[in-house]
């Protein structure tokens, strides 16, 4: 499918309407990329979840740090913690240390130890000044202000859970992390129902090739000691699952991912949908990771938000 990548050691698709596609030959031949007339079809920037646990990060950014605190001026990027992602929230807050520390708390969020995190003591007035600082008119925060710091303290005490379901760790070695998938059939990219929801692969394919976006802040992606990855037709029923490996491309296929920045998909597996889709029409994913800090990682886990695991699923389409 991709032959003509190996051609190419940059690529680069702007997010921007009306872009321009860039291209760094290794070669004075003119190539043609099979991908100049794609549109993306999916706006990973704005995605909406869909009715996300209250307690999880997922619900606390959708009901409570997207609407009332990402503010223009306030948690919008111009200082953390930043506001504008799931992605961001959560790698603002958990085991980071406040910028203004007035009570000496060590953390933003501290897991499981909710009176303990600076969090808490500005929602709850303990600091000042009290948080939120404004509100924007949409806001439902004066509405819901008890249940939603409640469910903000509930998350803490749960142990902060990520939207994977991991939970952090203060001095433990760094994570694999999920960036996106896609799916294509020749030069074409398979599309989604909507944001979260599953692949849509039509019956008549004989065969797909699945792309994988994942990063480690320590390892170059081809030195895992192991990554496979499982297909099941229950939400959760991965323990019996074989795995397959996935395939290391030598240079990477360029896209949007989940969070909406342009990402490197270096891992990829071809499946063959009449072998795959035996009795089922509806196949989840789990992909699994080896490396010297962490023997076995699973992303995601059983405790990820539902988006995450809709996200990482196929359909057939007959």
């Known amino acids: 499918m991709l032959s003509w990548i190996n051609k190419y050691a940059i690529w680069i698709i702007p ?16 190539e043609i990329n099979p991908f100049d007339e794609t549109t993306p079809g999916q706006d990973t920037v704005n995605f909406q979840l869909n009715d ?41 807050m958990v085991y980071q240390k406040p910028i203004k520390n007035d009570g000496n708390y060590q953390y933003r969020v501290h897991p499981g130890k909710p009176d303990q995190s600076i969090l808490i003591a500005r929602i709850d007035g303990i600091i000042n000044p009290p948080m939120p600082f404004q509100l924007e008119p949409d806001s439902d925060w004066l509405q819901n202000k008890e249940e939603y710091i409640q469910n903000i303290r509930t998350w803490i005490e749960n142990g902060a859970p990520d939207i994977m379901g991991n939970l952090p ?25 909507n944001d979260w ?10 065969s797909v090739q699945l792309f994988f976006a994942v990063t480690h802040s320590e390892l ?17 029923g991965f323990q019996q699952a074989v795995s397959h490996p996935l395939e290391v491309l030598p240079v990477p296929l360029m896209s949007r991912g989940l969070y909406g920045d ?57």
């Open 52 to 92: 996300p646990d209250p307690n999880s990060i997922a619900g606390l950014f959708v009901n409570i740090f997207q609407s009332t605190c990402a503010n223009v001026a306030c948690h919008d990027g111009t200082f953390e913690p930043d506001f504008r992602t799931i992605e961001s929230s959560y790698n603002t």
């Open 169 to 193: 760790s203060e001095n433990a070695a760094p994570l694999p992390g999920f960036r996106g998938m896609m799916a294509y059939q020749n030069d074409m990219e398979l599309s989604r129902q």
């Open 197 to 206: 929801s599953s692949i849509i692969i039509p019956s008549e394919f004989d």
């Open 15 to 30: 997010l921007t309407l009306g872009g321009i596609l860039f291209f760094q030959s290794c070669s004075d031949k003119e």
């Open 220 to 236: 170059e992606v081809h030195l895992f000691d192991e990554q496979n990855i499982r297909f099941s037709a229950e939400t959760n």
């Open 262 to 318: 342009e990402e490197k998909y270096y891992q990829r597996i071809t499946i063959w949908p009449p072998d795959f889709f035996e009795t089922e029409d509806k196949l989840y994913l789990r992909l699994y990771f080896a490396d010297s800090g962490h023997p076995f990682t699973e992303i995601p886990t059983n405790e990820a938000a539902y988006d995450i695991k809709s996200y990482l699923s196929l359909v057939l389409s007959h």
